[in-house]
């Protein structure tokens, strides 16, 4: 059975920093993994998706994926008071098959 | 603009009252997905529809059945509700394309009640 885990947290972040997010996941076969942002009562919202080893940045959003290590983080900079949610790392094993979620971790960003 | 429409937004049936959750998507996507989400859990992904073709969960439970009569749209059909089936139900969607899975978008859900 394929599993994602993350710190459930609550993660607090003063506004304007940096809020750093992780992610480790169990097989090894793995290849696209995928940031959802969820606000409570509302679906998943996709923040960022990485499929190579490295960094990719989109605006305030680096997602960092390490396969060796079976690990993928999620940094947030400049932390916004609207970027408090809950943060779900998914993973695929490829072809059509759905997404293995982690519980996600709840971030909080302090005005 | 393209999207995944789910409705109804909210549904509350009786237990053992059979309830059809709708989705539809005007992505063109090959792929559609059905997920329950349990508050304070993970989405849990309950069958998938790749093209025509249905492939079920191992451990998603017989009293959950889907169509999909054509590419734009996939039901979601609860048999006999249980108490414990209450839920927010997610629709997604992906276009496969032989390679990397491609990103899932997710529709509004449809939160269910069982009474």
């Known amino acids: 059975q394929k599993e994602v885990e993350q710190n459930s947290g609550p993660l607090s972040v003063p506004e304007g920093a940096i809020a750093s997010l992780n992610c480790t996941y169990s097989d090894r076969g793995s290849q696209s993994f995928f940031w959802y942002r969820q606000y409570s009562g509302k679906s998943p919202e996709l923040i960022m998706s990485i499929y190579s080893n490295g960094d990719k940045e989109d605006g305030r959003f680096t997602a960092q994926l390490n396969k060796a290590s079976q690990y993928v983080s999620l940094l947030i900079r400049d932390s916004q008071p609207s970027d408090s949610a809950t943060y779900l790392c998914a993973e695929s094993g490829g072809g059509a098959d759905g997404l293995t979620f982690g519980k996600g971790t709840h971030l909080i960003i302090q005005p | 603009d393209a999207m995944v429409i789910q409705n109804p937004r909210y549904q509350v049936t009786q237990f053992g009252k059979p309830v059809t959750l709708s989705c539809s998507q005007t992505l063109n996507h090959n792929v559609m997905y059905w997920y329950q989400q349990k508050s304070s859990q993970a989405p849990k992904l309950l069958f998938h529809?790749?093209?025509?073709?249905?492939?079920n969960e191992a451990d998603t439970p017989d009293n959950f059945q889907s169509r999909r009569p054509n590419t734009s749209f996939c039901f979601l059909d609860i048999r006999s509700p249980g108490l414990g089936d209450a839920a927010m139900y997610l629709c997604?969607?992906?276009?496969?394309?032989?390679?990397?899975?491609?990103?899932?978008?997710f529709g509004p859900g449809t939160r269910l009640l069982v009474l």
């Open positions: 529809y790749y093209d025509k073709d249905f492939n």
């Open positions: 997604a969607t992906s276009s496969y394309l032989g390679s990397y899975q491609e990103t899932q978008y």
